[in-house]
Every structure is written in structure tokens, then in C-alpha cells.
């Protein structure tokens, strides 16, 4: 069964921090994997996108690994602020014939000043 | 440019009512796709549109639900008959390329408490 797990499932931390969230996937056949922040009451947004054929991808103090090998992705955030504090998800299209993205439960993060 | 637009972004219906949710994916998108988020959960896939063509319905949870996408733009998740255990947040997604596999955009949901 293709599934996305995610962990912890909340985690708080001091302003300024660095931290890391945790994604494993059961299946190394995959497109792509992408992680999205969700506010609440809000839909998803985007943040980065890591094709099959990538290891990282960075954008601004967000950066994003994938190690197919082991079925796993990690999301750093670099020099935590109250604003990143949301849902962050983690989703990954599989290569089984499946339409569609698989999506763990999410990292609820919360920063606090 | 705009991004993915949902209406109505809330939506109270007593149990036994007929709903309809409504998507307008970015111009151009090719791909359309529909998600339930039930509360604490992930996204879960209901059904993908490749312009007005609906390829995948696998995941629509009963004969309830209906989606269409006539014209290959907008498009609209029915729910017949609604129950308890459909209130959730419907989440639309729209991709530009033809296929699967490309970044997808959402909208903000439609949040659908049955009373």
C-alpha cells in the first residue's frame, strides 16, 4: 500500500531555531515529491518540488532532500520566525499507474517568539 | 495572475441536501484535480480531469459524489443525498501540463459541514 508518513506530528520551537521535518514514503518508484505549507482555514501552498531525478532543492531559507533509496525527504527550515508557523505537508506522486498525489498528515509547527 | 478559486469557501447543508462545490482552476490548466481533507488529515484523491475528460474517479468515496468539467475549465463536485460523515474540506488543484506528474496548484477549499 502506497503511503506518506510524517513525523513528529507537532513540533514547537524557539524563534531563531533551526529545524527539520521528517518525511518516509513506502515506495522508491516515484515522479516527484513536494511539500506544501498549509495555514489554517487555508488551502495549500506550494513550497518546493523535487523531481525523481533531484537530491535537494532550496528556496530562500527552505531546503528540501530526497533519498529515494530509503524512502525519505527532510524539510530545513534555517533561522525559524513566528511567520512560518502552519501545517507543513509532505505528498508524492507514485509511478504505480495511481492519478494522483499521496499525502502524509502533516507537521504542525509552531515558532514561538 | 489569479490562482486557484473555489466557491463557496464555506457551505452548511443539513443531512439529506444536495451540494454542489465549484472550482475555477488558473487559465491554461490543462489537468484539474479534486482532494477531501477531513479534519487532522492529509488531502485525499477524488477524481482527475484531464481537460473535460475525467480519467481517475477511483477515489470518490460513493455513487453520491459527481464531478464534471464540461468544457474543460471550471469545474463542479456534486454531493447527493449529504451525510455526517461527508463534511470536510474539499480542496481543487490544477496543473498546467498534460499528465500527471507536474507541480500542482490549489485553491483555498470549501469547508462542507452536514448538520
Known amino acids: 500500500k502506497q503511503e506518506v508518513t510524517q513525523i513528529p506530528a507537532a513540533l514547537s520551537v524557539p524563534e531563531g531555531e533551526n529545524l527539520v521535518l521528517n518525511c518516509s514514503f513506502t515506495?522508491?518508484?516515484?515522479?516527484?515529491l513536494q511539500w506544501f505549507r498549509q495555514d489554517p482555514g487555508k488551502g495549500l501552498t506550494s513550497l518546493l518540488l523535487?523531481?525523481?531525478?533531484?537530491r535537494e532543492q532550496t528556496s530562500g531559507r527552505l531546503n528540501a532532500s530526497l533519498d529515494k533509496s530509503s524512502g525519505r525527504s527532510t524539510l530545513y527550515i534555517a533561522a525559524s520566525q513566528p511567520g512560518d508557523s502552519a501545517t507543513y505537508l509532505c505528498?508524492?506522486?507514485?509511478?504505480?499507474?495511481?492519478?494522483?498525489?499521496?499525502f502524509g498528515t502533516g507537521t504542525r509547527l509552531t515558532v514561538i517568539p | 495572475g489569479a490562482g486557484v478559486s473555489q466557491s463557496p469557501r464555506y457551505k452548511v447543508a443539513k443531512r439529506g441536501q444536495d451540494v454542489a462545490l465549484r472550482c475555477d482552476p488558473i487559465?491554461?490548466?490543462?489537468?484539474l484535480f479534486w482532494y477531501q481533507q477531513a479534519l487532522g488529515q492529509g488531502p485525499e484523491f477524488l477524481t482527475y480531469?484531464?481537460?473535460?475528460?475525467?480519467?481517475?474517479k477511483s477515489g470518490l468515496p460513493s455513487d453520491r459524489f459527481f464531478a464534471e468539467r464540461p468544457e474543460g475549465s471550471v469545474s463542479t463536485l456534486k454531493i447527493q443525498r449529504t451525510q455526517q460523515e461527508d463534511s470536510a474540506v474539499y480542496l481543487c488543484?490544477?496543473?498546467?501540463?498534460?499528465?500527471?506528474?507536474?507541480?500542482?496548484?490549489f485553491g483555498p477549499g470549501t469547508r462542507l459541514t452536514v448538520t
Open positions: 488543484a490544477s496543473s498546467s501540463r498534460q499528465g500527471i506528474a507536474y507541480e500542482q496548484y
Open positions: 515506495d522508491s518508484a516515484i515522479y516527484n
Open positions: 523535487i523531481q525523481s531525478s533531484q
Open positions: 505528498a508524492v506522486f507514485y509511478m504505480s499507474g495511481a492519478n494522483n498525489l499521496f
Open positions: 487559465s491554461g490548466h490543462v489537468s
Open positions: 480531469f484531464q481537460n473535460e475528460a475525467q480519467l481517475d
